[in-house]
Structures are given as structure tokens and as C-alpha cells.
């Protein structure tokens, strides 16, 4: 088990290190290789109207001249031990973990990735419940009714679900409770649960219920299919033979061998949402990652860029190891391999 | 790993396979196996994965097949008798020893070598189900070795491919169909068929009956046997069914835990057991007679077969054996024959001639 | 059941009696008639070998017993008394109750039969705690000392492992602890040694023998192998196509079976206790679709023989009919043609 732990952990490790490597060789390299060189970099950091000698200073400045080998190990230790930068006359510490400082308006990039943080936060984590809550009871009670009224009911609605897009229920949804109901006229703005909780929430329930109905969908499928295979086993049959009333069987003996693969695709979905909902916070205009990086990528302004990726990976990472370690909670048969 | 294996290699003389006796007379030899070897690493650690064990799936087994003869290799499951199988096929690499097909050494014969080898070389296969590709027709899994061969047919692939489904008994003019369409014991006639369509000299049969309901289970092997006379087959059958290797075989080897433990001409193996396991398997088979069931003699092991991961010392079997002494844990009896065409590797044999254990203990070097 | 039914049924004097056992399911395909009527009986102490092919209906007979098939998808009708007490009319919920306490069963393949995410223990445990009012601690005992019994080393021990964790022959017997737990009156043993080994299959088989012994329940065993009826059973039930083809005690069965498909089956199996024949004599085709049962004697098609009933086989049913104490066939042949074809042409060459 301890093994088994340190193996995960070292892999995912691992896999961070080349997330970084890959994002900063698609932002840095890439671009030398199509031709840019250093000076066009760093004129998208001042702005093209500066002159050629301004645009050196910053080239240096931010070390765009040094072999990338250096560039990727500075950018490294940047988020590790953090990193100093020469800013004319005044020095500057930029603590860790430091992403660099914004293209576009020369701030840390960190301190605005925690800044949006709390919003894509409370969007997902809010909409996780909803789904898994409607999604898996949904998908039980199909597949133990399956073929009834309520099966096809429920299967046609998530259908419906899976293919209709967010920005499509997510306006409809506005146009409707928001614009013509008036029953969350704050939706789409974003207040802060410390600030105002009840307000924190009323405004979110739209974006949540819009963001859980595509992933309940999915996951109601999912439970369903999982379900209908798990009464299958023979283990059920057994547990049946044993006299076990049916509520014991399906509770104790198939909602926990359907729910272990339905947990994994869970902790996946949530760490890549926790990396930004971009369509959602788009479509509600919230400022949380997704829509941090949506706009730092419209404006070409890379260690944003790079900073939101690197946090998407380590959630999704992140979300991987936990879900990892809960399978062999779980299954004994990983925990005792 | 393998070099260390090679060292013990020491097979008697006595044991040569290459006895005529030994083999029972008729054909020359096709298929010779020598000291086969195939270990399964272990491996432990967070980081750096190092080697901490192996399984001796198969651990220094000697055989050898006379043309257009049947060996059956029998066992309980982790015997080896499977893995034994995929290595003369070649589906597996030996870790060690030799496997010789027609005088020509094919232990390490690379795969491009081998493509035409394997025209020679067939496997049937246990599942009639998964070993079928559900996509296509029985004319095109019958036709593919033509294809992949590059074989030429007198009258076209297609007519040689419904001559093979008369031969094994079913209607040509299915042709056109697929696997869902036919029975289990169907599809193992189109396996077969299949297996036919170059004219192998030499088919390796795993389980080829086990998946089958009894009464196909007879179709199918007094059709091997119908196909062994028309053509002149030499088969290896693996089972664990020991009424249905006695009824196809004309050799039996018996393993168990990698090892081969007894070998020897049919008829003699199941009417004079000599090693203690094998008695035990025989005496294991429910008998379709019960006014014998409570006058039978019975042989019961005790427990289950050890892991192959960590086995023990010597004998293999002196675990669970009711004859074991101490020697047995110490000293690994060799293959020695007792009866003309019947080897044991036991040191306290049954239904032996009565010099038996001095001849074991000769040819173990301890006198 | 119909009212009128209900007056004509009589009290049953066996322990176990089925009288005339149907299970259809309905499917886009056609009705399959996996078992279609059934009869016969069994008393406590005894065991009752049932023999068929797959497609036989043998498994979805046992599955019956216990009330285990979904009346949603299967129509179940006819009659089930254990012990005075009717299953087949009974609710869920009074069959539930019987399941695992009065009757219980051994799957065939241990492994996939028991859950893999909970220790055996916490399986015989929880068998043993819905019928029986009992502490934790106390069905642990339990659940030990059942171990025990059938014959696993340390139960201490192992009855914290995980399925997984036992070789294949420990998982049965832990399987069969687990049936056992409660003491039932019945024990229903599908296939229950297929899965394993030659040498286990034997130990398990003497288990069996001598728990039955001890317990004095009625025992059903169903397999496909002949050997491994003949080591059990007192009496051998012979099913195809969903019906029972012959019936009788075991060593009549052996000795003097009547019906061509038995035939079919002792001449299709190598036998290690007789000289080795020089071909096997096996039946011809496959067995039939259930359904499409063929018109008449389901068996039919693949009969050696049918010719001799001159069409009698294609379009009208054989009858079981008693042909001696407790001997019943199904089979149009002259009781005359049986015996000669019998002693003839088919013991020679056995």
C-alpha cells in the first residue's frame, strides 16, 4: 500500500514536470520555430508601438534572449523557490510559486490566478453535487426500471442533455429565469460566499443547474450502463440465493461495485473543471479560470497562459492521485496487489 | 536468470528422448523438446522495478513427438501445460532448452523465420467463441491462411476453403456465413478448418474440447482423429480432461508445477501409474459407475497445488505426497525408465518394478 | 393458477415435490421455453443428480427452486412444495425468507460469485445474520467455525481475507460454508465443481457427500458430467429441451437406461474405468434452440433411432411413463426395441 502510494505520487510528479515542459515548449519554442524571434516576444510585452531599444530592455529584462533551456529551468524555479526580475530601477520578488508577470498589465500572474480561483471553485463544486446526487440516482433507478415510462423518460432527457451545448442552455436559461422570471436577477455576476452567502448562491444556481444538467446527464448513463452490467453478476445472484432482501442487495452489493468506476470519471471531470469551466463561465460571464484563460489567450499574454494551464494540470493531476488512492480504499483487490 | 537454469540441465542418459523405444516404435521423430524452460519474471519497488522472483511456469521439460502420433499432456491448471504448448507454437519465447521440428532447431528462430515454419506449426484453440473474428465470414477466416501465406490453390481459394469445411463436416455452402450463426461445435470445426487450410504436419491442441457440451465433445475428437488418419497429423493435445487424453493419445506426459513427471506410451500410464501424482489424478476422476463408487479405492491430496511463484525444492510433488520422505525434499529424482517407454521422475514409484528405487537413486548420483 | 387448480392440488408427500415446472421468457425473438414441464420429487437425505447439456433448462430449474428468476421477464407456473410450503404461488417476500435458510445454493464459478470488495467472513456472516437474530461476534464465531468444517486451515485467520485471496478450491468451500450457514433443509449444487481442478473437484465432491451426511438435507446436484453424478447421487434426473427425458434411481440409470439421449451420453463420453473404445459414439447435431423445440419429441432430430416410430416422433410429444419402480422414460420406442437396442447395440460398444 505504502508502495503503491509513493509509486502514484512519484508519477504524478512526473507527469506535472512534463505537463510544464510541453506547455512551455508549445508557448516558448514553438514560436522560434515558425521564425519569432526573442524581440517579438518581448514587443508583445510592451506593445508595438516601442521603439526597438525599449523593446531590447525587456528582452533582457525577462531573460527572452537566454537559450530556452535556461528560460524553462528559470521558469521552473520561478514556481518552486520563486524568482527575482530586474524592473529598470527597482528590483522586484516575485514569491512562490511565480508564473511571471502579466504581458498586459505587468501584474504577478499568481495573485490574479487566486483571485479567480474561488469562483471557478464554488462553480464546479456546487455543480458536482447537483450531478452526482441527480445523475447516479437517475441512473439507478432507470436501470432497475429499465424499460419503464420512467427509464425512457429519464434516458430521453439525458439525451437531450448530452447533445444540447451549454451555451446554448446556459442563454435559455438566462432569457428565461433571469431576464424574463426575475427569479435570479443576479445571475451572472459573482459575489463572494464570505461576502454574502445566500446571495453567493442564488446567483450561481443557474450556472450550477445549467453545468450539472450536461454532466448529470452523462453520469446518469453511465450508472445506468455500470448498473444494469453489476445486477447482471453473479455476485448479485448470490447475494439474492442468500435471501438478502433486494434494498440489501442493490445497496450493499451493487451500488458499490457500479459506483467505483462512476467515482474515477468523477474525479477526473471535477480536476479538469476545477481548471476552468470555460464554456459555462463564458456563457455567465463569471470570472473564474476558464474565463482568465479565454481572455489572456485572446490577448497573447503567455505566462498567464502558461500559469492556467499549469494549475488545470495539477488539479486534473491532482484529482487523478485522489481517485487513485480511493480505488484501493475501495477495491481490495488494488489495495492488496 | 537463464544461465543459472541452463547449469542444472543434467538429463541421464537413460532418459535420452531420442530412444526409439521410448517413443513407441512407428515414425521418425518430428518434434523434439529438451531441458524446455520458460520463467515469468517477479518484479517489486516503488521506483526501480527489480526482479525479486520468478514463475517457472515451465521449468525443464523433455518430450518428444514421432510423426503422425498423439502426445497429450495432461495436468492440473499452473502445470505448464499451456505455456509448453504456446512455446512449440512459438506464441511464447523459451527462456531455455531446445525445441527441434523435423532436425531443425526453432527455439530462437526470429519471426520472419518462422512465417513459413508456422505453415507446419498450427494451434487450435479452447474458445470456439473469442477465437473467431465475429466480423467475418467463415469463408474468410478459413481462406485467411491462403492469404497471409501467399498460397496459391489449384481452383481458387474459395473452392479449397469449402473442401476444408466438407472435410470438417460442415456444409460448404455456409460459406458465406458467420460465426454467430453456428454452434459451439461448430465453430470449433471452423477453427479447425481453419487450421487445416495449409496442411500443418504438426497441430498443437489446447483444451480443444473443454469449452463443448459431451455430446459435441465426441464429435470433435473422433473428428481429430478422422483428420490424423486422412492426413497423417502429428497432434500435441493439452487437456486436463484425462478420459479424453487416454481416448486421443498414444503418449501421456503429466506435469505438474512446470515439471514433467511422468511419460509414457497410453494403455501403461493409465493401467500402471508410477508416479504418486498421477495415481492421484486418476483416482481423482468421478468413474460413470456407481456400483463402484464405494468398492473404488480413493486417493485424496490433500490441499491445493503450490505456487509455481515459489515451489518446492526437489520433487515438486513430495508436499502433498503419501509416499514422500525425506530424499524427496532434497535430492530432484530424474527422469529414469522403468518400463520399456515409460519414464518417471519419482523416488518411491508405484506399480514399479521391484529395482525401481535403486535405479532412481543410481541415475540421481546417490547410490 | 386458477381457482378451480387450486382445489385439485394436493398436499405433496415428499420434502421437495415440483409437479409440472414451467419457466418461459418472453423475448423478441419468441418464447423460450427453458423449462417446460417439470416433475419430480425428493426426499431429505437424498441426492438428486441432474444431467443435461447447456440449453438443458438445469440451470434455470435450480434458479426456480429458489425463486430467483425476475417475474418480469419470466413466467413461471406449475407447482414447488418444500416442505409444505408452495413457492411458485408464495410472495417475494415469503420466498425471500426461505432462500438461504431452508434452501440454499453453490454456484459454479466461486470466484465470480462472491463479492470481491467484501472479506468471506463479512459474506457467511451476513448469510447468517438475516435469518438468525444473532451479535456480530457472535455470527463471526460462526462464520469460523463454518469454515472450519468444510475443511479451511486457520479459519481464524482466513476469515478476513478477500475472495481473491483464496486458491480456487478454498473459494468453494468458503462457498459452501457460506450456503451452509444457516442449515438448510435443501441444498441446490450447480455445477459446483467445473471450474476446478481434477483433485479438487474430488475433495470438494467427498465434502459434499459428508455434509450431506451430517446435515441429512436433500441435495440437487446439476452438472453436465456424468462422473460426477454417479459419485453423488441416489437418484439421476436426464433433462433436453427443457423437459426431463428419463428418470430413475442411479445405478438403474447406469445399468439399464432406456432412453436414446442417455445413450447418446455415456457413448459420448472416453471412460478411464473400461478398456479404451476405439471411437466414441457421439450424437449427432447440436441441441436444440429453445425456441424452436422441435414438434414431437424434442430429441428427435438427433435420435439414431426415431425412424423406428415411423413419423410418431415428429409431431406427437412422448409421454414420461413409469416403466419400473421409479424408472420413468420419455421416448416413443417399444419398451421391447429399447431393451434389445440397449443390450445389442449400445452396451457392446460402451
Not at chain 1, 527572452?64 to 524568482?83: D, E, H, M, S
Not at chain 1, 497573447?300 to 487523478?320: E, K, Q, S, Y
Not at chain 3, 429453445?290 to 406427437?316: H, K
Request: net charge neutral; with cysteine; proline share 6%.
Amino acid at each position: 500500500m505504502v508502495n503503491f502510494l509513493i509509486r502514484r505520487l512519484l508519477a504524478a510528479i512526473a507527469l506535472l514536470i512534463i505537463v510544464s515542459m510541453v506547455t512551455f515548449a508549445i508557448f516558448f519554442l514553438v514560436p522560434r520555430l515558425t521564425g519569432a524571434s526573442s524581440a517579438d516576444l518581448a514587443s508583445r510585452y510592451v506593445g508595438k508601438t516601442a521603439g526597438p531599444q525599449a523593446v531590447h530592455e525587456v528582452e533582457i529584462r525577462l531573460g527572452l534572449n537566454r537559450p530556452l533551456v535556461i528560460q524553462y529551468w528559470n521558469f521552473v524555479k520561478g514556481i518552486v523557490v520563486g524568482a527575482h526580475y530586474n524592473f529598470g530601477p527597482s528590483k522586484v520578488y516575485c514569491g512562490p510559486p511565480c508564473f511571471g508577470y502579466s504581458f498586459v498589465n505587468q501584474t504577478p500572474v499568481w495573485p490574479d490566478l487566486l483571485d479567480r480561483m474561488p469562483v471557478t471553485l464554488s462553480l464546479a463544486g456546487g455543480a458536482a453535487v447537483i450531478w452526482l446526487v441527480f445523475g447516479v440516482t437517475t441512473g439507478v433507478i432507470s436501470a432497475l426500471k429499465r424499460g419503464s415510462v420512467v427509464d425512457r423518460a429519464s434516458m430521453g432527457i439525458a439525451l437531450a442533455g448530452v447533445s444540447l451545448p451549454i451555451f446554448f442552455t446556459g442563454l435559455l436559461s438566462l432569457a428565461i429565469f433571469r431576464d424574463n422570471l426575475q427569479w435570479f436577477p443576479g445571475a451572472g455576476t459573482y459575489i463572494g460566499l464570505t461576502q454574502n452567502p445566500l446571495t453567493w448562491a442564488s446567483n450561481l444556481v443557474l450556472p450550477w443547474v445549467t453545468l450539472a444538467f450536461l454532466q448529470a446527464a452523462l453520469y446518469a448513463r453511465l450508472t445506468r450502463a455500470g448498473m444494469l452490467e453489476t445486477m447482471g453478476e453473479d455476485y448479485i445472484r448470490t447475494a439474492r440465493a442468500k435471501g438478502l432482501p433486494e434494498r440489501t442487495v442493490i445497496v450493499r452489493h451493487a451500488l458499490r461495485a457500479t459506483l467505483t468506476p462512476v467515482l474515477t470519471i468523477f474525479g477526473i471531470d471535477l480536476g479538469t473543471l476545477l481548471g476552468g469551466a470555460v464554456l459555462t463561465e463564458g456563457t455567465f460571464s463569471l470570472p473564474g479560470l476558464g474565463k482568465f484563460a479565454i481572455d489572456s489567450i485572446n490577448n497573447n499574454d503567455l505566462p498567464r497562459v502558461l500559469g492556467v494551464v499549469m494549475i488545470g494540470a495539477f488539479f486534473i493531476v491532482l484529482a487523478n492521485l485522489v481517485v487513485d488512492v480511493l480505488y484501493a480504499v475501495i477495491d481490495p483487490r488494488v489495495r492488496l496487489s | 536468470m537463464s544461465r543459472e537454469a541452463g547449469d542444472t540441465v543434467t538429463t541421464p542418459d537413460t532418459t535420452a528422448t531420442a530412444d526409439p523405444r521410448s517413443a513407441g516404435g512407428q515414425g521418425e521423430v518430428l518434434l523434439e523438446v529438451s531441458g524446455l524452460r520458460k520463467h515469468f519474471p517477479v518484479t517489486r519497488g516503488a521506483i526501480i522495478k527489480r526482479q525479486v522472483g520468478a514463475v517457472k511456469a515451465v521449468d525443464g521439460v523433455d518430450f518428444s513427438v514421432r510423426s503422425g502420433q498423439t502426445l497429450g499432456l495432461v495436468g492440473e491448471s499452473g502445470c505448464g501445460k499451456t505455456t509448453t504448448g504456446r512455446m512449440i507454437t512459438r506464441l511464447l519465447e523459451p527462456t531455455d532448452g531446445r525445441i527441434v521440428f523435423q532436425g531443425r532447431d526453432i527455439t530462437h528462430v526470429s519471426q520472419g523465420t518462422m512465417r513459413p515454419l508456422r505453415r507446419d506449426i498450427q494451434m487450435i484453440f479452447q474458445d470456439p467463441y473469442s477465437s473467431l473474428n465475429p466480423r467475418k465470414t467463415v469463408g474468410s477466416i478459413v481462406g485467411a491462411p491462403f492469404r497471409l501465406q501467399n498460397v496459391e490453390t489449384e481452383s481458387g481459394v474459395k473452392k479449397a476453403v469449402q473442401d476444408l469445411l466438407d472435410v470438417v463436416g460442415l456444409n460448404p455452402e455456409h460459406y458465406n456465413r458467420y460465426p454467430h450463426e453456428f454452434s459451439g461445435g461448430q465453430r470449433q470445426r471452423i477453427g479447425i478448418a481453419r487450421t487445416l487450410a495449409l496442411r500443418p504436419k504438426l497441430i498443437v491442441a489446447d483444451e480443444p474440447v473443454s469449452a463443448l457440451d459431451v455430446s459435441i465433445q465426441a464429435q470433435v475428437v473422433n473428428l481429430l482423429e478422422d483428420l490424423q488418419d486422412e492426413f497423417g497429423l502429428t497432434y500435441v493435445v493439452i487437456a486436463h480432461d484425462l478420459s479424453v487424453v487416454r481416448h486421443i493419445s498414444d503418449r501421456v506426459g503429466v506435469m505438474y508445477l512446470g515439471k514433467m513427471v511422468e511419460l509414457s506410451d497410453a494403455a501403461d500410464l493409465y493401467k500402471n501409474p508410477m508416479h504418486p501424482y498421477t495415481v492421484a489424478l486418476l483416482s481423482a476422476v468421478p468413474v460413470p459407475d456407481p456400483s463402484i463408487r464405494s468398492a473404488r479405492e480413493r486417493i485424496r491430496l490433500q490441499g491445493d497445488v503450490p505456487s509455481p511463484l515459489n515451489p518446492p525444492p526437489a520433487c515438486p510433488f513430495h508436499t502433498r505426497c503419501w509416499k514422500a520422505q525425506d530424499v524427496c525434499g532434497t535430492v530432484e529424482p530424474p527422469m529414469v525408465e522403468l518400463a520399456p517407454g515409460h519414464q518417471v521422475a519419482c523416488h518411491f514409484p508405484e506399480n514399479a518394478p521391484a529395482d525401481a528405487e535403486q535405479q532412481v537413486a543410481k541415475a540421481a548420483g546417490r547410490a | 393458477m386458477t381457482e378451480q387448480d387450486a382445489i385439485t392440488v394436493q398436499a405433496p408427500r415428499a420434502f421437495l415435490e415440483v409437479r409440472d415446472l414451467r419457466i418461459h421468457f418472453p423475448t423478441d425473438d419468441g418464447l423460450v421455453k427453458s423449462v417446460d414441464g417439470l416433475s419430480f420429487s425428493l426426499e431429505r437425505g437424498r441426492t438428486l443428480g441432474i444431467v443435461g447439456e447447456s440449453g438443458s433448462g438445469k440451470s434455470v430449474t435450480s434458479l426456480g427452486l429458489l425463486g430467483l428468476h425476475n417475474r418480469k421477464n419470466a413466467k413461471v407456473s406449475g407447482e414447488i412444495w418444500l416442505d409444505g410450503q408452495e413457492i411458485v404461488g408464495s410472495s417475494p417476500e415469503q420466498v425471500r425468507r426461505l432462500r438461504g435458510r431452508k434452501m440454499s445454493m453453490i454456484f459454479q464459478d466461486p470466484l465470480s460469485s462472491m463479492h470481491p470488495f467484501y472479506t468471506i467472513g463479512a459474506q457467511i456472516i451476513e448469510a447468517y445474520r438475516i435469518h438468525n437474530d444473532v451479535s456480530k461476534q457472535v455470527a463471526r464465531k460462526h462464520a469460523i467455525d463454518m469454515l472450519d468444517r468444510v475443511g479451511i486451515p486457520q479459519p481464524d485467520k482466513r476469515v478476513d481475507d478477500y475472495p481473491h485471496q483464496f486458491s480456487g478450491g478454498m473459494r468453494q468451500r468458503a462457498m459452501i460454508a457460506m450456503s451452509l450457514s444457516c442449515d438448510p433443509e435443501l441444498l441446490i449444487a450447480d455445477e459446483p465443481t467445473t471450474a476446478l481442478d481434477v483433485t479438487v473437484q474430488a475433495q470438494i465432491l467427498d465434502l459434499i457427500r459428508d455434509l450431506q451426511k451430517e446435515f441429512n438435507s436433500a441435495v440437487i446436484i446439476i452438472t453436465h458430467d456424468l462422473g460426477v453424478v454417479a459419485e453423488l447421487s441416489d437418484d439421476i434426473l436426464v433433462m433436453y429441451g427443457g423437459r426431463c427425458v428419463e428418470y430413475g434411481e442411479v445405478e438403474e440409470l447406469f445399468h439399464a437406461p432406456e432412453h436414446p439421449y442417455t445413450w447418446g451420453l455415456l457413448g459420448s463420453m472416453p471412460r478411464l474405468d473400461r478398456d479404451r473404445s476405439d471411437r466414441l459414439m457421439p450424437i449427432k447435431g447440436s441441441p436444440p434452440s429453445l425456441i424452436n423445440v422441435p414438434e414431437g419429441c424434442a430429441f428427435s432430430p438427433r435420435c439414431a433411432f426415431a425412424e423406428l416410430n415411423e413419423g410418431r416422433s415428429e409431431t406427437e410429444r412422448p409421454e414420461l411413463r413409469e416403466i419400473g419402480p421409479g424408472h420413468r422414460v420419455a421416448c416413443h420406442l417399444d419398451r421391447a426395441d429399447r431393451r434389445r437396442l440397449w443390450d445389442e447395440e449400445i452396451r457392446p460398444k460402451l
